[in-house]
């Protein structure tokens, strides 16, 4: 079962990488076997935020949790919630992308 235990424990072994370049990332909630994150800090803003939570978060919780399914960015201002592939996502999240 993918629990927000499991979770902060893989984001735990990342975090200190976002953290070196001056950016953080916050689990917002765990449903089912995905999860929202937000980014925070200089994360937030940059440009390669999708390959680090695709290449590095993502990867990770996949190797250290096999049931885990999606990984979503959530976004602050987004009044618009959407999946990876830029249709409508169920929810009342504010989802920017889906991971």
């Avoid at 079962?1 to 200190?16: Q, S």
Wanted: hydrophobic letters at 35%; charged letters at 30%; proline letters at 4%.
């Amino acid at each position: 079962m993918v629990t927000k235990e499991r979770i902060e424990a893989v984001l735990d072994r990342v975090r200190p990488f976002m953290q070196a370049d001056g950016g953080d990332i916050e689990l917002v909630s765990v449903e089912g076997n995905s999860a929202d994150v937000r980014l925070t800090g200089i994360c937030a803003g940059c440009p390669s935020a999708s390959m680090t939570l695709h290449l590095g978060v993502e990867t990770a919780l996949r190797e250290e949790i096999p049931e885990f399914e999606t990984l979503r960015l959530l976004c602050r201002k987004s009044g618009e919630s959407r999946t990876r592939r830029g249709t409508p996502a169920e929810g009342g999240h504010d989802v920017m992308e889906s991971i």
